[in-house]
T-cell receptor, first 111, second 117 residues
Framework: DAGITQSPRHKVTETGTPVTLRCHQT?????MYWYRQDPGHGLRLIHY???????DKGEVSDGYSVSRSKTEDFLLTLESATSSQTSVYFC??????????FGPGTRLLVL | AQSVTQLGSHVSVSEGALVLLRCNYS??????LFWYVQYPNQGLQLLLK??????LVKGINGFEAEFKKSETSFHLTKPSAHMSDAAEYFC???????????????FGKGTSLLVTP
């Protein structure tokens, strides 16, 4: 399995609070991605990174920001959490080939 | 833009029966196509991928998929279902049209496979 960890694995928070999710990889891959998974929607891309300090928006980026200060870490921040951001969040990595490898996911509940 | 459509959000088969999960794609450039499997409370695991080397692609756990350009399809099959195949299956399409994104994927909505004894 690709060396990808996500933390926390589960989080409950309240509306309006900031939340940061962490993705950590040990593969030294250039590309990193954040997706959210919701029933009936599959996985949708939130943000991605193509190098340290190089990030861009995906399909559903509103309300989210990201940062990548080191190759191995990609942080996803919900600036002010809303109930619509209750979801399962997956990080993925790629070395630039066609294949992405996924982390175990973070379950976020916003009350 | 690339997209995939998975026909059937739920598929039920008997143990030992053929598994057929349908995926159709839309892409303006040569696509890269993937099938991922997700077991309950786990991440996504790559089953197989098509990258233009061969139209019939064999993956893990006895699954295979055939790329048919004329039908814009990439259906997933397995000759004989096992109870352990029960999971959510996702078809995805990627391309290199945006070099910054690497091969960012667009996923279908998923098909939940139920295997009955």
């Amino acid at each position: 399995d690709a060396g990808i960890t996500q933390s926390p694995r589960h989080k409950v928070t309240e509306t309006g609070t900031p939340v940061t999710l962490r993705c950590h990889q040990t593969e030294n891959h250039r590309y990193m991605y954040w997706y959210r998974q919701d029933p009936g929607h599959g996985l949708r891309l939130i943000h991605y990174s193509y190098g340290v300090k190089d990030t861009d928006k995906g399909e559903v980026s509103d309300g989210y920001s990201v940062s990548r200060s080191k190759t191995e870490d990609f942080l996803l921040t919900l600036e002010s959490a809303t109930s619509s951001q209750t979801s399962v969040y997956f990080c993925a990595i790629s070395d630039g080939s066609q294949t992405q490898y996924f982390g175990p996911g973070t379950r976020l509940l916003v009350l | 833009a690339q997209s995939v459509t998975q026909l059937g959000s739920h598929v039920s088969v008997s143990e030992g029966a053929l598994v057929l999960l349908r995926c159709n794609y839309s892409s303006s450039v040569p696509p890269y196509l993937f099938w991922y499997v997700q077991y309950p409370n786990q991440g996504l695991q790559l089953l197989l991928k098509y990258t233009s080397a061969a139209t019939l692609v064999k993956g893990i756990n006895g699954f295979e998929a055939e790329f048919k350009k004329s039908e814009t399809s990439f259906h997933l099959t397995k000759p004989s279902a096992h109870m352990s195949d029960a999971a959510e299956y996702f078809c995805a399409v990627g391309s290199s049209s945006n070099s910054n994104s690497g091969y960012a994927l667009n996923f279908g909505k998923g098909t939940s496979l139920l295997v009955t004894p």
